[in-house]
């Protein structure tokens, strides 16, 4: 594989064979109002196990650009944390406070259920263990099923407590310590994972700075865990020793970074680097040590894959607990090796899937 980032192509196809996927599926329903796409980049490990997540896009080509770079780092989520499984994503296009609809998941499910298990798909941003279980009526292949299902039940928490030991193992590296008490954190979004990553970092004594797109929740989680609660683009300019994106993609980029004061970036949101081939190298650059978003937020994948292969939530807790290591090893890789942990990380998932690829190479 070789490690793209911006794109040079806008045309489908183009964005498809830059980013190297497999397949992607475009999904339309008239009645139920569905539009989704799902990607699968690669699948030389297992089949593609990706949450499915429901946004109101501003455009087609916002979602299609959004489900190619998600659905690439699950493959690199998998390939580096020793999984055996591929990389997908799914989107549906559409505001989920007003369209989402037992009929609309339904749907879904059946498009998934046409792929034949060459895609899994889970909860993501704005979908639920309930949604999960409208899917799982037109679909076997469907995990993150609440525990009276059988399934593995919501995998925020194990998502949260992932992010918290690659944050730790990055505090190590910069302060030569992992201890976060007294550190002063700025957690930005605080939805499930968000939540959960902040019952760790106040149980330990950090000192929280919060911020969210929903006032509300920004209100009650700063009042509930004695934060100080700033606006949405306030955030990158607080005076704190870490930052923590735990909402959408790319709030690393070229507006943002010359405003970050923090020495730590470690988050559980997705895509995180804007362009990780211009804004990796400017973090070592400021000396910020970057803990690589597709590693430390691995947990809920672990927690899915568990339920995939019949293992307990203790053994998918205990696997994310290595995540502390897994960013150790990429952070002193990535200084060997002189370059970015991103790169470093991409690398290792790389060459996993490589040599695995041709131990599958025959029948």
Request: proline residues 0%; charged residues 20%.
């Given at each position: 594989m070789v490690?793209?980032?911006?794109?040079?192509?806008?045309?489908?196809?183009?964005?498809?064979?830059?980013?190297?996927?497999?397949?992607?599926?475009?999904?339309?329903?008239?009645?139920?109002?569905?539009r989704a796409i799902i990607g699968i980049h690669n699948t030389v490990l297992g089949p593609a196990l990706g949450g499915t997540r429901m946004w109101h896009y501003a455009s087609d080509a916002e979602a299609?650009?959004?489900?190619?770079?998600?659905?690439?780092?699950?493959?690199?989520?998998?390939?580096?944390?020793?999984?055996?499984?591929?990389?997908?994503?799914?989107?549906?296009?559409?505001?989920?406070?007003?369209?989402?609809?037992?009929?609309?998941?339904?749907?879904?499910?059946?498009?998934?259920?046409?792929?034949?298990?060459?895609?899994?798909?889970?909860?993501d941003v704005n979908m639920t263990t309930k949604d999960m279980e409208y899917i799982r009526m037109e679909t076997k292949h469907v995990a993150g099923l609440p525990e009276s299902m059988g399934g593995s039940g919501d995998p925020s928490p194990v998502t949260a407590f992932g992010t918290y030991m690659g944050m730790k193992a990055a505090a190590k590296k910069a302060f030569g310590s992992d201890s976060l008490q007294g550190k002063r954190i700025a957690v930005q979004g605080v939805g499930h994972v968000g939540t959960y990553l902040l019952e760790h970092l106040t149980k330990e004594g950090a000192k929280i700075v919060l911020t969210d797109f929903y006032e509300d929740r920004k209100l009650e989680m700063a009042a509930r865990f004695n934060a100080q609660a700033v606006g949405l683009d306030e955030i990158y300019d607080q005076d704190v020793d870490i930052y923590s994106p735990c909402a959408l993609g790319a709030t690393i980029n070229d507006d943002t970074i010359t405003r970050l004061k923090c020495r730590v970036i470690a988050g559980c949101a997705n895509n995180q680097l804007q362009n990780e081939n211009v804004h990796g190298p400017a973090l070592v650059e400021r000396g910020i040590v970057y803990a690589p978003d597709f590693l430390i937020n691995a947990g809920g994948l672990i927690n899915v894959y568990s339920e995939v292969v019949g293992g307990s939530r203790q053994s998918a807790l205990t696997q994310t607990e290595k995540i502390y290591d897994f960013t150790t090893e990429v952070l002193e890789r990535a200084e060997k090796e002189e370059t970015h942990p991103q790169k470093a990380a991409i690398r290792q998932a790389e060459q996993r899937i490589a040599a695995l690829g041709k131990v599958k190479s025959t029948y």
């Open positions: 490690e793209i980032q911006a794109l040079t192509d806008t045309s489908v196809f183009g964005q498809i064979a830059e980013y190297q996927h497999e397949q992607v599926v475009f999904c339309h329903d008239h009645d139920t109002g569905l299609l650009n959004d489900v190619l770079r998600l659905s690439r780092g699950m493959t690199y989520k998998a390939a580096i944390s020793g999984l055996n499984l591929g990389g997908g994503k799914a989107v549906i296009i559409g505001d989920a406070k007003t369209m989402k609809t037992e009929a609309l998941l339904r749907k879904f499910g059946r498009f998934v259920q046409n792929l034949n298990g060459k895609y899994i798909t889970a909860e």
